[in-house]
């Protein structure tokens, strides 16, 4: 999937709704980076606007997407760097299990 988003400046997407992808002539021609979530609109502003009572143009399926895109963000921002850590230390305890077994089995036997 593919995504137009409009969202904070700071990266909240605020909606968000599905598009087709675009081709390699129109990611050319706009300049397009599509990211990682898939977003390759975006619009972003201060949110101003949402302090407007009266500004009720969402509809809940653009919260729907909004609402995964900013998880998959959350997730990569606070979970995936905790994960790497944890995979160094699984790599070093890895290296020592394989340097004491090594030594368990180069001794000699009797």
């Known amino acids: 999937m593919h995504y137009y988003a409009r969202s904070l400046n700071d990266g909240t997407i605020?909606?968000?709704f599905p598009i087709r992808k675009p081709g390699p002539k129109i990611i050319k021609r706009d300049n397009l980076r599509i990211d990682e979530d898939g977003v390759c609109k975006e619009l972003m502003d201060a949110g101003k606007a949402l302090s407007?009572?009266?500004n009720e143009t969402r509809?809940?399926?653009q919260n729907i997407v909004s609402t995964s895109l900013n998880t998959?963000?959350?997730l990569r921002e606070i979970?995936?760097?905790r994960l790497a850590v944890l995979q160094q230390e699984m790599g070093s305890l890895r290296a020592q299990m394989g340097r004491i077994?090594?030594?368990l089995t180069a001794q000699p036997k009797g």
């Open 14 to 16: 605020l909606a968000s």
């Open 52 to 54: 407007d009572s009266n």
């Open 59 to 61: 509809f809940r399926f």
């Open 72 to 74: 998959r963000r959350a």
């Open 79 to 81: 979970v995936l760097p």
């Open 101 to 103: 077994e090594q030594l």
